[in-house]
Each structure stands twice: as C-alpha cells, then as structure tokens.
C-alpha cells in the first residue's frame, strides 16, 4: 500500500466547501471526501508550522516532542529534532521509497530518498513535483508527502488573481480597508511585512479573495496529484490523507492573517482521507481526531509496528470500523510563539488559558488577545467571542484541571517551554523577506 500525505498551509475549516462554506474554493477535495472519510472536528496540536509538521511526522505532541515554537529555534530544540523519529524514516527503513516536497527542510526532511523544493515554490511547482515523482521515480510501494503553501500569509492565488478575485466585494466586510488594518499594526517590524504581504490590496473582501483563491490554487494541485495516482493505476492502493498544519485568523480576534492564537480559526483543520480497501464511502465522523493520530493509522494500516517514541495518538480506524464513537473526550493545543498558550477542546466548549508564570501579551501584536484565561460555549457562541470564564467558574476549573493533567502527562520535561523573550530579530527577518508573487505584481 502506498501513503500519500498532502499538508495544506494555514487551511481552515471555515474555509473549505466540504466543512461547509458557500463559497466552491474545493471541489477536489470535496470529491475525496464523497468518495472516502471526512473528519468534522479534527484539531492541530500547535497554531504554527515547524511544531505541527513534527507532531504529524512523529505522532507526539509538542510537549511530547519538545517542539513548540516556531522559529527562532533554540539550538537544543534543533537537537531534538534530529533525534525524532519520524514518519518518511520509519517507511523508508520498511523498504518503502519516500519523497517529499517541501520549503521547510530541518528535521523534517529525514527519512526521504527525494527531498523536492521547486522553485518558485507554489502550487503549480509542486504539483508537477510531485506527479514527476509519481510517474518518472516512486516505485510501489512508496511514500510521498507535499506540502502546499500558497494559503500562508501573502496567499497565492496564482495568474489573474484566482477564481475569486471578481467577487471581492461580495464578502462580508468586504469593504475594511487594508491601510486601516495596516494603521493597527504597533510593532513597526509586523507592519511591515504586513505591506509586503498584502501589496495591492485595498479592501479585506481582496484578501479574502486572495485566500480563497490560494485555497482554490491547492486544491487544483490536489486534484492534479489525485489524477496522477489514478492514471498510474495507484488508485485502489493507496492511501490519501489530507489535512491543513493549522487554520489562519482573518480579522478574527483582533489576529490579522496570521495564525497565533488558539481560537478555532487557528486550530480547526480540515481531515479527509480516502482508506483503501475499507469500502468506506462518503462518511462524515464527529469524533474528535488531532494530528497526533495519523502516525498511529497510517501505522495500523500497513500493518506495521512504530519503533519510536509510543505516539501520544491513536489509530482512526476504529472509527471507520464504527467500532467506536469516540478516541479521546478532548483535543489538546500549544502555543509557543508569539504568545504562550494552551487549549483543551471538547465537542461542546473550548478552554484557552495562558500558562502560570507566563505574559498573555502577543509580541507580535504587542496586546493582550482576549484574556488570560477563556472559556467559550461553542453551541452558543461558535466564533468564541464571549468569554464565560467568570460565569461558569467550575466548568472552567475542570476544564483546567484536565489541561494540566494533560500537560503533565505529555510535557515531561517539556512541560515549561515558553516564549524565548524577544522575537523582534525574527520579525525584522520577516518584514524584509521578498515575496515572489507580490514582487512579480509590483513589476
Ligand atoms: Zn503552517
Ligand atoms: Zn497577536
């Protein structure tokens, strides 16, 4: 059986039409789910891309893993990389080939035969990357991981500016001015790479269109890669998941298109797999499932055990199997990167506390996002805007309780990582990065 993982940057659910939304940013995706498993409410174990993909790729939990943040990395996080065991390493030691096509490199391209970053790096390249592998390299079986990041923070809709570009003003709030979003930016740095990123752009109803339309651009490549599968006759033998590393925040909570934060924006990620030889056609499960269950699966799957650390997740396929309803009564997040932070989400409410000993405020933001301690009621309040932490006192004890508890269980050692202090040289990297789409605009 061959694996196939496909990662969408900063996708969320809110976002894609098979969760839901009006608007058809992806039928591709859509398709897969009509013909496989949609997961309704899966959920990120980290708001960033380096401590998720390593939870994807090793089946712990940042705590678990000791990898919180996102960059700048500590030289001992970096350490802790190489020592995981990940997913491409443990296929590649079964006689699996592996490839895969990526913009991060670190610890998170061992373990593959080929280790792909086209350039520029984009839907378009990928996709080709990725079918090249499949028709010219990859013999079964085989592994093959993408990576898409279009949907990141200056989303790449590609040429004409995407399917959506004509319906901007269509879009709620359509008519906010970016220059006014921009004006709220304290931290000059965060500014900055602000106007990079959303150059030529007037109005939020563009950006959104921007994102859509990114969104749109992904899942085409999907599709494309899809075909190529099925073309090589790889269809019925392999397995396909697809999910987003984290979710992004629009305007949400005072966030501007970035995905700090443990709100559901930034958390609630889409899940869609086709599993082979399961027959299991177009079922939507409402169990709550995180990213620390793919190893696990994918492992129980090829039948195969998993020689590192024991994954703090569980196979999915029980699921599937209606064996059970349930694999866990809560999800559980981090942050570490613009701000410290923990979450634990059940199917009905959503606790987000900012750990002891820890500030609340955003370094990037340079302000206090919601407070220190949260408590939502998702069926009342499914954008989590009204806190009930005050209200409902015990609930929020309990829900603390459960979170400590957890990160007592997963941290181990771990446990007190936290902000490294001052992010601003990060940050002024980040306002003088070229974007390469939004250069190609300017000229
Ligand atoms: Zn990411
Ligand atoms: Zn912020």
Redesign the pocket.
């Known amino acids: 059986m061959n694996i196939v993982l496909v990662i969408i940057d900063a996708l969320r659910v809110r976002n894609v039409s098979s969760y839901g939304y009006a608007l058809p940013t992806t039928p591709y995706l859509d398709r897969l789910a009509a013909n496989g498993v949609l997961f309704e409410n899966a959920f990120a174990c980290a708001n960033a891309t380096i401590p998720s993909l390593t939870t994807i790729l090793s089946g712990l939990y940042p705590l678990s893993h000791g990898i919180a943040r996102h960059r700048p990395l500590a030289r001992e996080e970096a350490e802790r990389g190489k020592r995981l065991t990940l997913l491409a390493e443990v296929l590649s030691s079964a006689g699996y080939q592996t490839a895969g096509v990526d913009i991060l490199g670190l610890w998170l391209s061992k373990g593959y035969d080929h280790y792909l970053t086209p350039k520029p790096y984009d839907a378009r390249t990928v996709s080709s990357a990725a079918r090249d592998l499949i028709n010219n390299v990859l013999r079964p079986p085989f592994f093959l991981m993408t990576h898409f990041w279009d949907t990141h923070m200056g989303y790449n809709p590609g040429p004409g500016g995407g399917p959506f570009a004509g319906r901007a003003a269509e879009y709620p709030g359509s008519g906010i001015s970016t220059q006014v979003i921009l004006d709220t930016a304290k931290n000059p740095w965060y500014k900055a790479f602000l106007t990079i990123a959303l150059y030529g752009t007037r109005t939020f109803g563009e950006v959104m269109a921007r994102y859509d339309g990114a969104i749109s651009a992904a899942d085409t490549a999907v599709g494309e890669i899809l075909a190529c599968l099925e073309n090589n006759g790889y269809g019925s033998d392999t397995l396909i998941l697809v999910t987003g590393d984290h979710g992004e925040s629009l305007l949400e909570h005072?966030?501007y298109f970035?995905h700090?934060?443990l709100y559901d924006v930034s958390i609630h990620v889409p899940l869609i797999a086709l599993f082979p030889g399961l027959g299991a056609r177009g079922i939507r499960k409402k169990a709550l499932v995180q990213h620390t269950d793919i190893v696990p699966t994918v492992m129980e799957m090829i039948g195969l055990p998993w020689p590192g650390a024991k994954p703090d997740g569980k196979s999915l396929l029980p699921l599937i199997h209606g064996r059970l309803d349930a694999i866990r009564s809560a999800a559980y997040s981090v942050e570490a990167t613009?701000?410290d932070r923990h979450s634990i989400r059940t199917l009905t409410h959503h606790y987000i506390v900012t750990p002891q000993n820890s500030r609340a405020t955003?370094?990037?933001?340079e302000?206090v996002?919601g407070s220190e301690q949260e408590l939502f009621d998702l069926a009342q309040d499914p954008v989590e805007v009204k806190n009930l932490a005050g209200l409902r006192p015990q609930l929020a004890g309990a829900l603390a309780k459960a979170l400590a508890a957890w990160s007592r269980h997963t941290g181990g050692r771990y446990a007190a990582i936290q902000l490294l202090g001052n992010r601003a040289g990060v940050l002024r990297k980040k306002s003088g990065r070229v974007i390469p789409w939004r250069r190609a605009d300017a000229e």
């Not at 955003?362 to 933001?365: G, I, K, S, T």
């Open positions: 005072g966030i970035d700090h934060g613009y701000e955003c370094q990037l933001c302000v996002h």
